[in-house]
């Protein structure tokens, strides 16, 4: 079956760092991912999403970098800003499945100011 | 901006009862999706439907039942609540079945049953 984990559960980092976020996924037929940002009471906010014939993809302060050989992913904020602070998720899904995403469980980012 | 719009943000409800979370989407979406979010485990997909009266069970339709009787509103149905399905339920939309587009989220409803 489908199984989309993340390597850290919670991650700390100063305001004005850079974060880094990771995911991995278990599908080889994966061909489209996203990340996600929850806030607390909000629902989840699409933030960037990449293809599989891409392996990075560049949007404001987010970076995404798919690696298809060993079924990574990542998402790294430049600048890491209070507002940031959040649980990130990353999402994936394949031909085979049609509309249905695989979420990932998430990893609480909290930026100190 | 895609707006999905949840009913109710907070609801508590007895075991038992027929509980009805509705969820309406303004962009013209093919595709809805109930989702539960419980901690430590992620979004599981309930329900989900491709178009008007059409539905399709997820990996845990135990308990719920849904209806989508026009395009733009899916509802959420327990049947008869019991407290295992206390839990924040999360709708989504998103276009038609492989575009590849992202699928957009509401901002939840948090139900407890008691």
């Known amino acids: 079956g489908e199984s989309v984990g993340l390597h850290l559960p919670t991650l700390s980092v100063q305001e004005g760092d850079n974060s880094i976020i990771n995911c991995a996924y278990s599908?080889?037929?994966?061909?489209?991912f996203i990340w996600y940002k929850q806030e607390s009471g909000k629902g989840p906010q699409f933030i960037i999403d990449?293809?599989?014939?891409?392996d990075k993809r560049q949007g404001q302060r987010v970076t995404v970098l798919l690696n298809k050989t060993v079924k990574h992913l990542s998402l790294q904020i430049a600048a890491t800003q209070p507002g940031d602070s959040a649980v990130y998720f990353c999402?994936?899904?394949?031909?085979?499945?049609?509309?249905?995403?695989?979420f990932g469980t998430g990893t609480s980012l909290t930026v100190i100011p | 901006d895609v707006k999905v719009t949840q009913s109710s943000r907070y609801l508590v409800k007895r075991t038992g009862e027929k509980v009805f979370l509705e969820c309406v989407q303004d962009?013209?979406?093919?595709?809805m999706f109930w989702y539960r979010q419980d901690p430590g485990l992620g979004l599981r997909l309930i329900y989900f439907?491709?178009?008007?009266?059409?539905?399709e069970k997820g990996d845990i339709p135990e308990g719920y039942s849904v209806s989508r009787e026009k395009k733009e509103r899916f509802s959420l149905i327990l049947e008869s609540a019991s407290t295992n399905q206390t839990s924040m339920y999360l709708c989504?939309?998103?276009?038609?079945?492989?575009?590849?587009?992202?699928?957009?989220f509401g901002d939840g409803t948090r139900l407890s049953i008691l």
């Open positions: 599908n080889s037929a994966s061909d489209y």
């Open positions: 962009m013209d979406h093919e595709n």
């Open positions: 999402a994936e899904t394949n031909p085979n499945t049609g509309n249905q995403f695989y």
């Open positions: 990449i293809r599989s014939n891409m």
């Open positions: 439907s491709y178009d008007v009266k059409m539905k």
């Open positions: 989504a939309s998103s276009p038609l079945a492989g575009s590849n587009q992202p699928q957009h």
